[in-house]
């Protein structure tokens, strides 16, 4: 109890210390806004000099000083996130952001008994801040001097001898974990032994309470991780590694570290695509920790396409179907076949030099067939169906032999064109006959049973076709229903537009409005949302969890990289997709001949050995001869077995084995189901408090709790053909306890383990 309450005193001690920093930071940043406040008043002054040149420099001082300002303000909150201590550099060279230049230490700088003094102390955020002496209290994340703050390691150190990673909420420091990367080294900081908080910060990270966000992880990189983050962009990088090696903070921290090393090539946007939505809130505060809002777009599975919302799954017999490369061609009659539908008009009757012209449906099949002939999107062809339309009702007009001069001809034809496709009568049948087709539409007309049964034809069996009818009915759009649509938009095309003409604005005609008013900058905020409005394909792909990606998402996610590098993160141990060797191929199908780099993470930093050891037995069944990765510490508890009794009160059960674990644990308890379970869940946990969370099994990827409760594994085994795999990732989820309650399904012994997971 002693030792605990010293620790907590120099973690309190610690805290205290980086926030009188960051008082000082922010003392500093409000005299800066003044200084620019006062800059822009007294550009106003020089205003009413009224010489050209008063205005000119007028002009300049307020685009510079509104410019300033609105950084300023953008980045005032939430922006100082790391620390390094360094040794004393080769030589005192300074750069122009106040820090020495030197990346190796002086040949002095440690000393024969292994001891140090830290000679510069640099903390890392947002923007770049220096004192009144032009000392930097704050480096720019960009900047060289923060370089190591990202590169460093055990393995090759450089002159950093601590890394922390400061956690605070506005102006408030909430916590500090430190990272030794010389721990051979005693270090003293100003005549006192340099004090580390947490055990390394990467175990601290994983001994520590969890919120439901993953923040400031950077100093959870190792040297194998490190590897990988900075290994060369070109081509792909494919990255394995079983539960808790770190893939997901490898593929964020790549992702900074790519803008990091090349911000131009990479300013056309990197991609992180991850699983779930649960996985995207858990890692979207990594990178704008390290101020990438602007470039870094994370999305789900179920969000990627823009103007879908999708966190519904599909039972599993219907993903298969849908996730499958046979519904490329389904979607593809489906495309063609959604023009046809009830409504479709059967006759075309126009008015034309004198007479009434008719196409009967006979007429209009062969020219639809004839326009579909070909292999463009369907509304693109829309120009071609509206000419062919207009070829067969001139035919009947009998124009067609009146004039032998070619000139004469081609006039008399375009005179007809003109007059008959402005009329109502031939606009209201074109809309009609061929109406301007979105995704959505035909999604819909798929869920006409015999419809799709014609599409359908030769591709999916009649239960199958059954199956998607009867799922696309439902309200609501699925994960696997987004790469539907976005197949479905390829294979439409989206009809060329005319440009807008700009409105007239009178006040175009004045001039002086902006030298009254500072240049307003875009927030990062901003700058972000409109970058992804416009963005459909970007310089990097990240893909996580990527052994779960379907055929169809990985064609989705494909399209969007089709110019990129790419990183490639997963484990196949933990892939929840029933046929991992068409996933393969459509995979490769998407990268292309992009040539390969592999590397492998072999570390379980998350699990203790007691529950690693524990999932391991699952793997056997799941994938004999899959070795699991190395687990590195023990905390000597096992396990814990509940049973339900057959007629028992499963609801209660979980409910009180959740109750004992938030009592067991200072964090997150995570309890997870089969996925039709999750609704009836979430009611019986309702009232504990937002420490605990109730998920589906395929939410559980990638996701890790300070304890977690597996109800029922035999169900999670038996919901999928993947089932075994997915009950594996359920079991690695946690950091410190893990508690099994077996049913009767799970044929318990009577120590209450379930039959799947005895020696």
């Known amino acids: 109890m002693a030792a605990q309450e010293a620790v907590d005193t120099v973690r309190d001690r610690e805290i205290g210390v980086e926030q009188e920093h960051l008082d000082q930071v922010y003392r500093r940043l409000e005299e800066k806004i003044h200084e620019a406040e006062f800059l ?8 009413h000099v009224g010489t050209p040149g008063a205005l000119a420099e007028r002009d300049a001082q307020v685009f510079r000083a509104g410019i300033h300002l609105n950084r300023l303000n953008n980045e005032f909150e939430d922006f100082l996130f790391g620390r390094i201590d360094l040794l004393e550099g080769k030589d005192g060279v300074k750069g122009p952001d106040g820090a020495y230049t030197s990346v190796e230490p002086a040949d002095d700088a440690i000393r024969p008994d292994n001891t140090a003094d830290i ?40 002159r950093v001898v601590r890394r922390r990673v400061i956690r605070s909420k506005g102006r408030k420091v909430l916590g500090v974990e430190d990272d030794l990367m010389r721990p051979e080294l005693k270090a003293s900081l100003g005549g006192a032994e340099l004090p580390v908080i947490g055990d390394g910060a990467l175990m601290a990270a994983l001994g520590q309470a969890r919120s439901h966000t993953m923040r400031d992880i950077v100093s959870s990189i190792q040297a194998e991780q490190d590897l990988v983050i900075r290994a060369p962009a070109a081509s792909v990088t494919y990255v394995e590694g079983g539960p808790g090696t770190g893939k997901t903070a490898v593929a964020l921290h790549r992702a900074a570290y790519l803008l990091y090393q090349d911000r131009r090539r990479y300013a056309g946007g990197i991609l992180i695509v991850s699983p779930t939505p649960l996985l995207v809130s858990y890692t979207e505060g990594v990178l704008p920790s390290l101020g990438e809002e602007g470039q870094v777009a994370i999305r789900a599975l179920g969000n990627l396409v823009d103007g879908a919302e999708a966190d519904a799954y599909d039972e599993p017999a219907v993903s298969r179907i849908k996730g499958s490369s046979r519904m490329l061609a389904v979607l593809r009659k489906a495309a063609r076949g959604a023009l046809e539908g009830p409504d479709t008009p059967k006759l075309l009757r126009v008015v034309a030099f004198g007479r009434r012209l008719e196409l009967e449906e006979g007429e209009l099949r062969r020219i639809r067939q004839n326009v579909l002939s070909g292999t463009a999107p369907v509304n693109l062809l829309r120009p071609r169906a509206r000419r ?20 004469l001809a081609a006039e008399l034809r375009s ?12 606009t209201g049948f074109l809309d009609a006959w061929w109406p301007e087709l979105v995704p959505r539409r035909v999604l819909d007309a798929m869920a006409d049973e015999k419809r799709l049964g014609r599409w359908a034809r030769r ?24 790469a539907l ?7 439409l095309g989206a009809p060329a537009r005319p440009k807008r003409k700009r409105e007239y604005d009178p006040l175009d005609q004045l001039t002086g409005l902006e030298e009254l008013m500072p240049v307003r900058e875009e927030t990062q905020r901003e700058r972000a949302e409109r970058l992804a409005a416009e963005r459909t394909e970007y310089a990097h792909v990240i893909v996580d969890e990527a052994q779960d990606l379907t055929p ?10 089709r110019h990129a590098t790419w990183t490639i993160v997963g484990d196949p141990a933990q892939s929840s997709w029933s046929d991992p060797d068409e996933a393969a191929a459509a995979r490769d199908e998407a990268l292309g001949s992009r040539p390969r780099r592999r590397f492998e993470l072999t570390v379980n930093y998350r699990n203790p050995a007691e ?22 510490r023990s905390t000597g508890v096992e396990p814990r077995f509940v049973a339900v009794a057959k007629g028992g009160d499963l609801a209660g059960t979980v409910r009180s084995e959740a109750e004992r674990l938030l009592a067991e644990v200072e964090g997150t308890v995570g309890v997870v189901v089969a996925m039709d379970r999750r609704a009836e869940a979430a009611r019986w946990l309702d009232g504990l408090g937002d420490r605990v969370v109730a998920l589906g099994s395929l939410e559980a990827k990638g996701l890790e709790y300070d304890a977690t409760l597996v109800v029922a594994p035999a169900e999670i085994a038996d919901e999928s053909p993947a089932g075994l795999r997915v009950l594996y990732v359920a079991l690695t989820r946690s950091t410190q306890a893990l508690t099994v309650l077996a049913g009767e399904r799970d044929l318990p012994d009577a120590a209450g383990v379930p039959d799947l997971l005895r020696d």
């Open 485 to 491: 649509l976005d197949e479905l938009h390829t294979l």
């Open 388 to 407: 062919l339309l207009l070829d067969a009702l001139y035919a009947r007009s009998g124009a067609a032999g009146r004039h032998s001069d070619p000139e």
């Open 119 to 158: 000679g510069e102390t640099l903390h890392i955020g947002r923007i770049g801040v220096l004192d009144a002496d032009y000392s930097p209290l704050v480096i720019d994340w960009r900047a060289p001097a923060a370089a190591p703050f990202y590169r460093s390691t055990p393995v090759e150190p450089g």
């Open 40 to 47: 822009m008043n007294d550009a106003a002054q020089k205003g």
């Open 552 to 561: 169809m998402q990985w064609r989705m996610v494909g399209r969007r990289g």
């Open 611 to 632: 529950i690693a050891e524990l999932a391991a037995k699952v793997l056997a069944l799941a994938m004999p001869g899959k070795e699991s990765p190395r687990a590195v």
């Open 459 to 482: 591709v999916l069996n009649p239960g199958e076709v059954r199956r998607i009818a009867r799922s696309l009915r439902r309200p609501g759009l699925s994960v696997h229903d987004v």
């Open 415 to 426: 005179s007809f064109d003109e007059d008959v496709s402005t009329e109502d009568s031939f």
